[in-house]
């Protein structure tokens, strides 16, 4: 696989969520190579300033900082967008990474939502809105993260919030798809209403992160055996790659001058579960431009933001 080549970022400014481990914290310490200004905001403070040591023994001159962020909480969200604004910096890369996958039990945001639709989407919805402002200033480009269970993934709309049935899986697909929904209807706005941000959606394939345990293991006794399998699975060489691996795509499309808005881009591998960074065709499941205008009405409404029309 081909490593992707990413242009001399000197005097840019990125922000990425999920940043203190697995693919964010890769993609911050390549976007800090290339001389960026990375901030990371972070909700653990211990672990964003051990991802900082390491950033900076890896790229001892990197320029890099965190900011608190609760992905979780509205409040937490409107805070560090204030904070970001007062601090009057144009934002010109902005990653849309953290996540949280497959609780066994529903849990809910501080707001009431359910925990994986209310922080992967909703939570980055918000924030894209509160940040807008510093987007606008030099054209940023927006790169959200999605997955490929969004492929059979299907928005409930009847039960978005997954109250009546809770399924670890598909719940975790329907945030998955509302982020690739998102990511494709934020570029369709920006270029009628002339915002000037490019936006585009990348998922990193079947990539061994924390994100195995941490998730499956909250409203269990035992630990879930996913990180296991995937350890195992990894060591085989069977359908699951490294965290260098899986950034690739994210990283291309973030910066990469080839990469464009309204696109989606993921591995060339089988099944897309491993491979190097190519443009994908879009799923089926968001095809129908009516069903994305649908959830960002929706969604507006439960980040309690307002984007310009």
Avoid: C
Avoid at 226 to 233: F, T
């Amino acid at each position: 696989m081909d490593a992707v080549k990413v242009p001399d970022l000197t005097g840019k400014v990125a922000v990425v969520t999920g940043g203190s481990d697995g693919l964010g914290l890769g993609l911050a310490m390549h976007l800090a190579r290339a001389g960026a200004e990375v901030v990371l905001p972070v909700r653990n403070p211990a672990k964003g300033a051990a991802a900082v040591q390491k950033i900076h023994e890896a790229v001892p001159e990197a320029a890099v900082s965190t900011r608190e962020l609760d992905l979780a909480s509205l409040e937490s969200i409107a805070a560090l967008a204030a904070t970001l604004r007062r601090e009057a910096r144009a934002i010109d890369i902005l990653i849309n990474n953290a996540g949280v996958m497959a609780p066994a039990t529903r849990q809910t945001t501080a707001d009431g939502l359910e925990l994986q639709f209310g922080t992967n989407h909703i939570g980055h919805m918000a924030l894209v809105a509160g940040l807008l402002p510093l987007l606008r200033l030099r054209g940023a480009r927006v790169t959200t993260m999605s997955s490929s269970a969004a492929r059979s993934a299907a928005i409930d709309w009847a039960d978005l919030q997954s109250e009546r049935k809770y399924s670890p899986v598909r719940s975790y697909g329907q945030s998955k798809l509302a982020n690739l929904l998102f990511g494709l209807e934020l570029d369709r706005r920006s270029t009628a209403g002339g915002w000037g941000v490019v936006s585009n959606v990348a998922h990193p394939g079947t990539t061994l992160t924390n994100l195995y345990a941490s998730g499956p293991n909250l409203g269990r006794t035992r630990p879930a055996p996913y990180e296991r399998i995937m350890k195992g699975l990894l060591r085989l060489g069977l359908f699951v790659q490294t965290v260098e691996a899986g950034l690739q795509p994210a990283l291309h499309a973030a910066t990469s001058p080839q990469a464009r808005g309204g696109r989606f881009y993921g591995p060339d591998g089988l099944g897309q579960f491993t491979g190097g960074p190519a443009e994908l065709s879009l799923y089926k499941s968001v095809q129908v431009e009516r069903d994305a205008a649908r959830l960002w009405t929706v969604s507006e409404q439960l980040a309690r933001v307002e984007f310009p029309t």
